[in-house]
């Protein structure tokens, strides 16, 4: 059988967790941050998880896991 191929940009900005649910960052994190409110920045920096409806795609873009 065939390998799958697998989507490279969810095996960077994803990662899987010991109790099986898959973290991503917070969207606008990254740039400008000193314009952004406290409460912002810390909301950015806290992890994200996938909920189930998106985990089931994620595991088709991933088909060998994440990390």
Do not use: F
């Amino acid at each position: 059988m065939p390998k799958l191929k697998t989507k490279s940009y969810m095996k960077k900005r994803a990662s899987m967790t010991a109790t099986g649910k898959i973290r991503v960052a917070r969207n606008a994190h990254h740039k400008c941050l000193s314009h952004k409110s406290k409460r912002a920045n810390n909301a950015g920096s806290k992890p994200q998880y996938l909920n189930e409806n998106m985990m089931g795609q994620a595991k088709i873009l991933a088909p060998y896991g994440l990390k």
